[in-house]
T-cell receptor
């Protein structure tokens, strides 16, 4: 149980285009999901907290208009990178909280974004 | 604000040997949770072990155990009988008792030699 999926696993896009990444909790309802960014051999950097039915809360320094987050249902949150540029290339990871597991975060497998 | 420090960027261990990864943290709270996560080359984050601060007993999960020193704010991970599959990046993380955000350390790359 407590499986989180991400789609796509890899995406390559041209500079200036927008890319959407989906995060789904497959076997539980997640009222809260998180989006992280990770550079090679570095730690996870929290970008935003996504709550179902409300606006996401962004961490300081994260551009809200660049990284659009929508938590449309209890099992789906999406991250859209708008007008992507090469500096947005990174590994993006989502996680979801299962209240049944005492707020433990379950992580998705990540999405590698490459912007050409 | 809470901080988590992992002072060992890289560690190596011989297969079947024991290795200890260090983690210290800073908090003014008395109740919280501490975690060790493993991130193998696949980059899937895997929970290794969890420790509740109010528990004095150190958590253990098979070959993985922790040395939790609350007064010293230290939370080290011991891996016994190291296996090749243990090679990964390990992250120490902190969470407030009633919070849901994780604060991660910088990570330690563990290499296992055969």
């Amino acid at each position: 149980g407590a499986v989180v999926s991400q789609h796509p696993s890899r995406v390559i896009c041209k500079s200036g285009t927008s890319v959407k990444i989906e995060c789904r909790s497959l076997d539980f309802q997640a009222t809260t999901m998180f989006w992280y960014r990770q550079f090679p051999k570095q730690s996870l950097m929290l970008m935003a907290t996504s709550n179902e039915g409300s606006k996401a809360t962004y961490e300081q320094g994260v551009e809200k208009d660049k990284f659009l987050i929508n938590h449309a249902s209890l099992t789906l949150s999406t991250l859209t990178v708008t007008s992507a540029h090469p500096e947005d290339s990174s590994f993006y990871i989502c996680s979801a909280i299962s209240w049944r597991s005492y707020n433990e975060q379950f992580f998705g497998p990540g999405t590698r974004l490459t912007v050409l | 604000a809470q901080t988590v420090t992992q002072s060992q960027p890289e560690m190596s261990v011989q297969e079947a040997e024991t290795v200890t990864l260090s983690c210290t943290y800073d908090t003014s709270e008395s109740d919280y949770y501490l975690f060790w996560y493993k991130q193998p080359p696949s980059r899937q984050m895997i929970l290794v072990i969890r420790q509740e601060a109010y528990k004095q007993q150190n958590a253990t999960e098979n070959r993985f155990s922790v040395n939790f020193q609350k007064a010293a704010k230290s939370f080290s991970l011991k891996i016994s009988d190291s296996q090749l599959g243990d090679a990964a990046m390990y992250f120490c993380a902190y969470r407030r008792e009633y919070g849901n955000k994780l604060v991660f350390g910088a990570g330690t790359i563990l290499r296992v030699k055969s």
